[in-house]
């Protein structure tokens, strides 16, 4: 006579590789349902952060809301034709 103990190891064996397949498949069933737990999470801190932040005034500052370009169409037409014209002169100079 053995202990039981003994006697479940002996019967026990190796498991069929479709046992074996079906645990796999929880397992990661279980993993992925952890990451997109996580996600969530991820994203509700992320909502309450910017939620808090728009209440904060302070957190954010729009920058450089005055400056404009006071040139005039024809200026700022030279500007652009004169910069084409160093490039193709630039370039007749190299070859």
Known sequence: EAPPEVLEDI??????DEVRGQQQ???QQQQRQE???A???MAEQQRHALKKAEADDESFAALNQNKRDRRTIEEIQRSTNDG???ENTAKR???
């Open 93 to 95: 100079m190299r070859t």
């Open 84 to 86: 084409d014209d160093d």
């Open 25 to 27: 498949a929880l397992q």
């Open 39 to 41: 996600m969530k999470n």
């Open 11 to 16: 019967n026990k064996g190796e498991l069929p």
């Open 35 to 37: 990451q997109q737990r």
